[in-house]
């Protein structure tokens, strides 16, 4: 499956940003989500991850609150809601997918990847 991720831009701190995630090549809704952020000299984390039914979703404690993970199986896209937005936010975020449903906090979970979009949040 192929994965384009876009929506990345420059907020202000506190403000909103909403990430897609088209996908192409194979049933979407067959598959598991998952974004996960690299910031500046630091490792890929696990942002959120939503199963393939959008029944189950789980997210990273730094974002709860604040991320809302989403789904459209008829349009093969995921999204990220991003709100309350932090100057620590700031990375370049990555949708990737996986037809298992395990391991989705980890980035060892996922078996294909997107190109990533970056997020810069100014204070």
């Known amino acids: 499956v192929q994965l384009q991720a876009f929506g990345g831009g420059l907020v202000q701190a506190g403000g909103s940003l909403r990430l897609s995630c088209a996908a192409s090549g194979r049933t979407f809704s067959n598959y598991h989500m998952g974004w996960f952020r690299q910031g500046p000299g630091k490792a890929r984390e696990f942002v959120a991850a939503?199963?393939?039914?959008?029944?189950?979703?789980y997210y990273a404690d730094s974002v709860k609150g604040r991320f809302t993970i989403s789904r459209d199986n008829a349009k093969n896209t995921v999204y990220v809601q991003m709100s309350s937005l932090k100057p620590e936010d700031t990375a370049v975020y990555y949708c990737?997918?996986?037809?298992?449903?395990?391991?989705?906090?980890?980035?060892?979970?996922?078996?294909?990847w997107g190109q990533g979009t970056l997020v810069t949040v100014s204070s």
């Open positions: 939503i199963m393939s039914s959008g029944t189950v979703i």
């Open positions: 990737a997918a996986t037809p298992r449903p395990t391991e989705l906090r980890s980035s060892s979970g996922y078996h294909y």
